[in-house]
């Protein structure tokens, strides 16, 4: 028999087979990489005349049912000249977060991956998704170059969070698979809300979210399993401080990634208390933004990282909320609400 640092009494063959049920996921979100997987300069066609930047630029204006701006009074009131501006400049921008977060991403993984034993099943399915990534931040740019406005993405701040990806996927791989999730969940959400929406939205747009909606959806996968398999092997005292860890990374990069930088309010000259209201002070935006992490928090409580005290950190960052049934449940209740 195996005492595991948590006290928790495990046959060694009890963790065989959980080391063994692990590698079958991983071989089979490889055997995905390789079975299904896009190339942004041949699965989308950038060229074709649908897809010029100005033709029916109406399809820039954010769609009402999956922006909250989109379908705010101020935005509403505009002119379609600068609806749509404004909602290019926004994409835009949103294409340049989505790169850059992706290359911190590379970063730290790249960093993971290469103190990894030989065999470990890790090493092949992270070396598909940077391959992955590395196509993302190629397709995102050339969005932004498409659409033609010199957008920043993160703000100044923001992006020194970069230089924290590598000691930290080194030194404390949990926490750098949360920060993860904390990046690619609400541009996930986002992103699926557009697409479910039914809205027209400009086929560059289409194209790149539908490209990056697919293949997400084996990384966060991927981001799950590891937590789910490296979490238990942790002492009590690290799952305790890893409990209270995973709310304040979903609240700071979450935030990080779902806010505007602020050049985008004054280029626009969005008004205080607009952008007070759209990020995060109705009560409509709050709930937009707890819902970004419903997949999270049945993870959290999955994983044993839902203690009394972790859940009054989830309510005290106004995070808390339900918890999906299955990942990536729609809300459907919410979206039929806003829409």
Known sequence: ????????????DQLVAQAQEYADKLLLLSEGS?????????????????????ARPERWILPVSADTLGRHPWYQALSQQQKIELGKYRQANVAKVGLQFEAILISGM??????????????????????????HTLMFQEMVNRIGVDVPGMGPLVRQLRHLAVPVAVAFPNLFFMAVL?????IDHIQKDILRSGEEV??????VMAIHVAEEARHISFAHEFLKQHVPESSRRNKFVLSLAMPLIMWILG?????????????????????????YGSPE??????????????????????????KRVWKMLGIAGHSTRYRSEPLRSVTGAAA
């Open 1 to 12: 028999m195996t005492m595991t640092s948590s006290a928790t009494t495990v046959s060694d």
């Open 34 to 54: 390789v079975n299904r997987h896009f190339d942004p300069f041949e699965d989308i066609d950038w060229d074709h005349p649908d897809f010029d930047v100005n």
């Open 110 to 135: 790249m960093q993971h991956v290469f103190g990894l034993p030989n065999g470990d099943p890790e090493f092949r399915y992270c070396s598909h998704e940077m391959i992955e990534e590395h196509n």
């Open 182 to 186: 904390a990046g690619e969940e609400p």
């Open 202 to 207: 400009h086929p560059i747009m289409r194209g």
């Open 255 to 279: 935030r990080s990634i779902a806010t505007p930088p602020k050049t985008f309010f004054e280029e626009f000259d969005i008004p205080k208390s607009v952008r007070k209201e759209l990020f």
């Open 285 to 310: 935006a709050k709930q937009t933004f707890s819902d970004y992490f419903g997949d999270v928090r049945a993870l959290a409580q999955e994983i044993g990282l839902m203690n009394p005290v972790a």
